[in-house]
């Protein structure tokens, strides 16, 4: 009896220390779950933190990288933007020193010196991106689709053997066409689409642009102004129904050469 009786009595000795040790496990494991959640809070916060490094980094970086270029093609850049710093600055030193208070002028046209300095910079930045994209097919919808508003852009609508090329702008100032290239080409380009959406069109106002240095053009740097001077005449659903017409038409077709494809061409390049 006694020999049944140890079993029984280890076993249940057993049973509380098996317990004991689950429990210690369990809290254990809350324990390391505890401090693998504040480590993870912790990693996950230096993560932030250096996400924000990289960025404010790549932000700097690339003002930099803005600033060199248009130094190189504007070396005037520089002292420009020094002018809109200084010149607001002085004339608050001097307002107060004539006026009122120095302690509050200063800050002031710190204030106004760098808006102007910004303002000069970006202007001057903008003036050599433009004197970078001029002249090469597809500036124009370069500039229309950085501009700021509702302005709905299909490129290159009709193309010619010359590259030059027609693009076509929907917006609350109705259809606007804008032709880049020299010549003829652009011209006949206008008078081509204008025909083709004459129907989707009706009423609703159309204006030509052709984008150049010549007589009656455009000059590119001048076109986001030329078209942000123009009238609104319609309104957001009126827009949307115009633009669902325009692009159910497609575009024009490219100057591709009809007729069969040759097969069997030599390497020479030469047709037998």
């Known amino acids: 009896m006694a020999l049944r009786k140890q079993p029984r009595d280890t076993a249940g000795s ?3 220390a098996a317990a004991g040790k689950n ?12 401090r693998g959640g504040a480590a993870g809070g912790g990693r996950g916060a ?5 996400a924000e490094g990289t960025g404010f980094k790549a932000r700097l970086a690339q003002l930099r990288v ?15 933007t020094l002018a809109g710093f200084f010149v607001p600055l002085a004339l608050g030193i001097v307002l107060g020193l004539f006026v009122g208070p120095l302690y509050l002028w200063i800050p002031i046209s710190i204030l106004a010196g760098v808006v102007v300095a910004l303002n000069v910079f970006s202007r001057r930045v903008q003036r050599t991106a433009y004197a970078e994209m001029e002249g090469k097919p597809g500036a124009a919808a370069g500039v229309v689709e950085r501009m700021r508003g509702d302005w709905r852009i299909t490129p290159a609508v009709g193309v010619n053997r010359h590259q030059d090329v027609v693009h076509r702008v929907v917006s609350r100032a109705g259809v606007v066409i804008i032709a880049e290239g020299r010549g003829r080409g652009p011209r006949e380009l206008l008078v081509a689409e204008k025909r083709r959406i004459r129907k989707a069109v009706g009423d609703t106002p159309v204006t030509d642009i052709i984008v150049g240095t010549g007589e009656g053009e455009t000059p590119l740097p001048k076109l986001q102004g030329t078209l942000m001077r123009l009238r609104r005449t319609l309104r957001r659903g009126e827009v949307d129904a115009l633009d669902r017409r325009l692009r159910a038409m497609g575009g024009a077709a490219l100057p591709i050469p009809k007729g069969p494809i040759p097969r069997n061409v030599p390497r020479g390049g030469r047709l037998r």
């Not at 803005?66 to 420009?80: E, G, M, N, Y």
């Open 46 to 50: 230096s993560a932030g933190g250096a």
């Open 14 to 16: 057993s049973a509380p």
């Open 23 to 34: 429990a210690a496990a369990v809290a254990g494991g809350k324990n390391g779950a505890g």
């Open 66 to 80: 803005v600033f060199k270029i248009t130094r190189q093609r504007d070396p005037q850049a520089l002292w420009f």
